[in-house]
């Protein structure tokens, strides 16, 4: 079992992130942000990892400075669960039908990062969760 942890503290943020390949079924995820939560957790269940995030933000302001830091430290643990992405399958594709949705997505683990980001997106709050945060928790 690959494993890997990473914490980032800033003015506005303190991000406690562990992950671990292959899954043994532990998630626990609280960022404060409900709707975050529990995309995360979808992410990790259907990814196959686990997924331990604690999260403390700035959410008095709004839900920002949180969803952007916990999209780095992912990437930053992921980084550190496959250092030698070399010898995996390099390359993902999924195309997911959900009820009136339907998500593509291609996947590169290059090293060289990249969003390029389609989505028609209404300006909407999912509980405290601002809908246009998403593509900045992917950058």
Do not use: W
Request: net charge negative; with cysteine; charged share 25%.
């Amino acid at each position: 079992m690959n494993k890997a942890e990473y914490n980032r503290k800033t003015k506005e943020t303190n991000i406690k992130i562990k992950v671990a390949y292959p899954t043994t079924g532990k998630i626990d995820i609280n960022t404060g942000i409900g709707f975050f939560d529990h995309m995360l957790t979808l992410l990790a269940k259907h990814g196959g990892f686990d997924l331990e995030i604690t999260a403390q933000g700035d959410l008095n302001i709004d839900a920002h400075h949180t969803v952007e830091d916990v999209g780095i430290c992912l990437g930053k643990a992921f980084s550190s669960l496959f250092p030698n992405f070399e010898t995996l399958n390099r390359f993902g594709h999924s195309v997911i039908p959900m009820d009136e949705a339907l998500a593509e997505t291609a996947i590169d683990l290059s090293g060289r990062p990249h969003l390029e980001f389609e989505a028609d997106l209404p300006k909407v709050k999912l509980g405290n969760f601002d809908i246009e945060l998403t593509e900045e928790f992917f950058k």
